[in-house]
């Protein structure tokens, strides 16, 4: 196959990680019907503290935790605001994501634009000579193969276990989720606070590998926003979150070629719309009746996965507070 | 399993809603517990399921004093409730319903889950498949999968939470059979919490009365209806009468004339009617057979796909809702909350929606409006309360002091769903009151006493079909579930 073709594919998953990582770690949020919607802003400031952290101690380990701390700390802010005080979830959200990403700039300003540590690419023995998809998934960094593991974690947790039963349940119906023994407030900081460790480790991700090193304004602005709208687009399921990564990333690499080829004239601000456009299509398309049509054709054994897959409702209690009696 | 509680007491606020209850069932009886809305029925029932903690009392089982809190480590005593809107989750299958709750490690084990699931479904014949989603299930479904699963559980005492209402006769059936069949054969004590006097005769070994926070008494069944009523409200209340309404040459106020309506899942084509002043027409039928989308019409809701729709002498097909309320024409939703009052806004606020038509709200005339109506349409609660912490007769009764005093018409979708004897008489007091100056009113019910005692005149639909009995007064209760049920042939009338 093209040399060039899978050098692009592998820069796709490459670019995609960390939208991979900020929107399974906001899906495990969701699904306990909390949104965090301070990501943008948290994934900035935990990239700064991630890539200083990993220049001052001369080690990225310490980077990575560093920077997956401040995402818990942040998410834990909107938990407390919106569980606690009883204020609302997405207020609170909002004025943190611009209180982080304006603290991250004034905080970081001595570190813009200086070299620092870098995680670098670690090829998987063995299943890299995989024609392909060896070169393409994995020839890559930690970052990446890590958000290969959250993908299908969270997926067995959410849908395999019985703790997986009660987290969702806890967003979807928080009374039934109570009678049948949860504590649903305390699991809710527990999924807020580890869906923000995971938005910290999307801010690692960028610092210390995909656009590695920190500068003001932050190269990564707006992908917090990005990552919000995947996990509508995935339908809050984690293998639709993560072609809903891999798409978008992949519709950005494309707009950069068609940008450097010469003879093509399509306006940048065009291209960098399409994948919002192709975002509104595809949910007016899983949305509503149309799936349950569709599935109602397929032979039965596929019909239970597939409406799983497609379905669009967000949990039903997202957003909402729940005070046991 | 025998169950005692003794000296049960829990307050809100200033409401006493249990006082010193101390009552004891014993397994293998079918208990119903009987009073009017508010008697703390429900309060005794959670506290026992642990959804509510006691304020003072006891509960022992066995004879051994039990102290559980949460309804989790109340179904590890043995005591599960089954709550009126089944507590599932919406997006999960029957199976991950089934398996959410109990015991087991880490995994979910969906073999054993569906073998155990579909077992106990056997048992009892119901029926529920394993990866069905709980969105597209029936609420007596949905109370089938609740009960298997508490079952499950080893669950030895079980309440029911008004399971009658919203399921259908065949559904109501397989539950009881289920209920008689747990308390003879596993020697299970089964709770009944219900209103329908009719379930509790029909199923119960004895009953414990509550009035006003307190226990009444009980009584071992087979009891009257009159006996039971005398006992919820201290007094027997003597049967409605109804007043013969002398209809000759009273003015038509509303008249249908070939009307096809066209809804999800029912068409009712050709339908004409005429309704005079002072008229009653009650509308039965299974929800969704056609009667609320009439009802709809009637008040320009719903736009016909052909036919007219006169009021009072006048053509208003297709005209908005706005030109049939300016006719003086009321309706009134079945769903209080969701269609018929603004939930989040106060008495005051409703009452001002209705008497302060200019650009500015004058509060203090709005309050003193409001302090008149709630004395006058027997509304308890404060002005300055939100409407959604009224209990169901108290919505009712404000949705009728919101409707125009004297209107020529009104649509009222089972304007006593879910109230107590008491507050429904109080209700049918005031619609008489009204027909009696001349109102007609077309209504719709689930329950056939109403029907037959109130209405002149009763159409029955099925599935979009109408049959029409021209004499209500001699319809009976066993015809009119016939026709509901669809044996329109053979019967007698239009």
Redesign the interface.
């Known amino acids: 196959m093209n040399e060039e073709l899978i050098r692009t594919l592998n820069s796709i998953v490459a670019s995609a990680t960390p939208l991979v990582i900020a929107s399974i770690g906001e899906t495990i949020t969701e699904r306990a019907g909390v949104v965090n919607l301070s990501l943008d802003g948290s994934i900035i400031l935990s990239a700064m503290v991630g890539f200083v952290a990993a220049l001052a101690s001369g080690s990225p380990l310490v980077g990575v935790l560093a920077a997956m701390f401040i995402g818990a700390l942040i998410a834990l802010i909107v938990a407390f605001g919106g569980i606690t005080l009883r204020q609302d979830q997405v207020a609170v959200g909002f004025v943190l994501t611009l209180l982080a990403a304006d603290l991250a700039q004034f905080l970081g300003q001595s570190y813009s634009r200086i070299p620092g540590p870098q995680v670098l690419n670690t090829s998987l023995p063995l299943l890299e000579q995989i024609p392909v998809i060896g070169p393409v998934f994995f020839r890559q960094s930690i970052f990446v193969y890590i958000s290969y593991l959250l993908v299908f974690g969270a997926w067995y947790w959410l849908f395999?276990?019985?703790?997986g039963?009660?987290h969702?349940?806890v967003g979807?119906?928080p009374?039934?989720a109570?009678?049948?023994?949860a504590r649903v407030n305390l699991l809710r900081y527990l999924y807020t606070g580890l869906g923000g460790a995971l938005v910290g480790l999307a801010g690692a991700a960028y610092s210390l590998s995909v656009k590695a090193g920190w500068s003001t304004p932050p190269s990564m602005a707006g992908d917090g926003w990005i990552a919000l709208a995947i996990v509508i687009f995935g339908g809050w399921h984690p293998f639709r979150v993560v072609l809903g990564a891999y798409l978008f990333a992949g519709l950005r690499v494309l707009a950069n070629i068609i940008q450097r080829t010469p003879d093509v004239s399509i306006p940048v601000v065009l291209l960098n719309g399409v994948p919002w456009a192709l975002m509104i299509v595809t949910l007016l398309l899983v949305s509503g009746g149309t799936v349950e049509r569709l599935v109602r054709v397929l032979p039965r054994p596929a019909?239970?996965w597939t409406?799983n897959f497609l379905?669009s409702?967000p949990?039903?209690a997202l957003g909402t507070r729940f005070e046991p009696? | 399993m025998d169950i005692e509680l003794q000296h049960i007491h829990k307050h809100f606020g200033p409401v006493h809603a249990n006082n010193d209850i101390s009552l004891s069932f014993r397994g293998g009886r079918i208990v119903g517990i009987l009073g009017e809305n508010g008697a703390g029925k429900s309060t005794l029932m959670?506290i026992l399921s642990g959804?509510?903690p006691m304020d003072g009392g006891e509960i022992r089982i066995n004879g051994a004093r039990a102290a559980y809190t949460?309804?989790?480590?109340a179904i590890r005593h043995g005591i599960g409730m089954l709550q009126q809107d089944p507590?599932?989750?919406?997006?999960?299958?029957v199976l991950?319903n089934f398996?959410?709750?109990q015991a087991?490690?880490?995994?979910?084990k969906r073999r054993e889950g569906r073998a155990r699931l579909e077992q106990i479904c056997r048992r009892f014949g119901f029926s529920l498949e394993a990866?069905t989603?709980i969105a597209q299930l029936s609420i007596g479904q949905r109370q089938q999968l609740e009960i298997v699963r508490l079952l499950s559980q080893g669950v030895k005492t079980l309440i029911l939470d008004e399971p009658t209402t919203g399921i259908s006769a065949e559904q109501k059936t397989i539950l009881f059979n289920a209920l008689r069949d747990l308390a003879a054969r596993d020697g299970m004590c089964i709770l009944l919490v219900s209103h329908k006097l009719e379930d509790v005769i029909a199923l119960c070994d004895e009953v414990a009365v509550l009035r006003g926070g307190r226990l009444v008494g009980t009584r071992d069944m087979p009891a009257t209806t009159g006996e039971l009523v005398a006992m919820m409200f201290g007094q027997e209340l003597p049967p409605q009468t109804r007043q013969p309404l002398n209809l000759e040459g009273a003015e038509t106020v509303l008249a249908l004339e070939n009307l096809t309506l066209r809804g999800k899942r029912v068409i009712v084509e050709n339908l004409s009617l005429r309704v005079r002043a002072g008229e009653i027409v009650g509308l039965a039928g299974l929800d969704g057979s056609g009667q609320e989308m009439l009802l709809r019409a009637c008040v320009g809701l719903l736009k016909p796909v052909s036919g007219r729709v006169i009021v009072g002498g006048e053509t208003l097909t297709g005209a908005p809702y706005r030109t049939f309320l300016a006719r003086v024409v009321a309706f009134g939703a079945a769903g209080r909350l969701e269609e018929g009052l603004v939930a989040g806004l106060t008495l005051t606020e409703h009452i001002a929606l209705v008497t302060e038509t200019g650009a500015l709200v004058d509060w203090s005339r709005a309050r003193c409006h409001t302090q008149e109506r709630l004395r006058q349409y027997n509304v308890r609660g404060r002005p300055e309360s939100r409407v959604e912490t009224l209990s169901g007769g108290n919505q009712q009764r404000l949705l009728m002091a919101l409707m125009p005093a004297c209107p020529l018409l009104m649509a009222l979708e089972q304007p006593t769903r879910g109230l107590d004897v008491d507050s429904a008489r109080w209700i049918w007091q005031q619609l008489l009151a009204r027909r009696a100056n001349g109102t007609a009113i077309l209504f719709s019910s689930a329950e056939l006493d109403e029907l037959t005692a109130y209405s002149d005149r009763i159409l029955v639909f099925y599935a979009g079909r109408i049959f029409e009995i021209p004499d209500a007064s001699r319809a009976s209760v066993d015809e009119l579930g016939r026709l509901i049920g669809g044996h329109f042939d053979g019967a007698a009338g239009a």
């Open positions: 395999r276990t019985r703790p039963l009660a969702r349940a979807e119906r009374e039934t109570f009678a049948r023994g019909q239970k409406r379905r409702d949990p039903a009696e | 959670k959804f509510q949460g309804p989790q480590a507590l599932d989750v919406a997006a999960f299958t991950e398996i959410y709750g087991g490690g880490l995994t979910l990866d989603p």
